[in-house]
């Protein structure tokens, strides 16, 4: 009796079982490292994964995989081709009624349409201060954000940190924002994010040495993963300062 009772201490002392199955983890693994780059081949692998997923009737897989994939058609500078996977991953998201998700995804959904009717849906379903600062922040009510966010500790997720620093930066003009947004996305091991502060960095800088160091930083970031867009709008930038 003691023998058995203490087996089953043990086993509610350890983590939860795992029940998927090797497939799956396995795909979950896929989808997860996929999901942090933009070449062709992880466009392929989430395609492979959101298949697997509909195959077994799994809508939380389901809605992961076309949040990722119209994230890589944003990476591209094709939001026309990233409009249909955001639709589709609110539409999941709001049938499983999950409140991350339809927060996620009504973000996702409002930057690539500029509904504004989905950032206030995005706030509804905002769970923490950072989130609805984010909301907040992408309504345009800038002061009722810093509110939010204000006494938001380092230990909160660092890409929505960045991006909340970011636009507070840019809205404020104010350089320090936009370097914590910085080192925040550098955290978060957010590239492009990295590039986009360094950019602002560049052109909020008060002395010149300054602003040619961080736009040519973020010129060979850009470059360095072929972001021919972001590195034509700097070059553009660096030409037209250089003739002033």
Not at 13 to 22: A, G, M, N, W, Y
Not at 78 to 89: D, F, H, I, S
Not at 157 to 163: H, I, K, R, T, V
Request: negative net charge; charged residues 25%; hydrophobic residues 40%.
């Amino acid at each position: 009796m003691h023998a058995f009772m203490a087996m089953l201490l043990v086993a509610c002392s350890t983590q939860p079982v795992d029940h998927r199955s090797e497939r799956k983890r396995a795909v979950d693994l896929q989808l997860e490292q996929s999901g942090q780059r933009t070449d062709k081949i992880a466009y392929q692998q989430t395609n492979s994964a959101l298949s697997y997923y509909e195959q077994i009737d799994d809508r939380s897989g389901q809605w992961q995989a076309n949040v990722s994939l119209a994230d890589w058609h944003v990476a591209h500078d094709e939001k026309a081709k990233a409009e249909p996977y955001a639709r589709r991953a609110l539409y999941l998201a709001e049938k499983l009624d999950e409140r991350s998700m339809k927060f996620t995804s009504s973000i996702q959904l409002g930057q690539l349409t500029e509904d504004q009717s989905l950032y206030r849906q995005a706030y509804n379903n905002a769970q923490t201060g950072l989130q609805r600062a984010i909301a907040l922040t992408f309504l345009q009510q800038y002061d009722e954000a810093e509110k939010s966010f204000t006494g938001i500790g380092s230990s909160q997720n660092p890409d929505e940190l960045g991006f909340l620093y970011y636009q507070y930066g840019k809205h404020k003009r104010e350089l320090r924002y936009v370097l914590l947004a910085l080192d925040n996305y550098r955290k978060a091991d957010n590239v492009y994010g990295v590039i986009d502060s360094l950019f602002l960095a560049a052109r909020l800088a008060e002395h010149g040495a300054a602003a040619t160091d961080y736009a040519e930083r973020a010129l060979l970031a850009a470059e360095g993963i072929g972001s021919k867009a972001r590195a034509g709008a700097i070059q553009e930038w660096m030409k037209m300062r250089a003739e002033e």
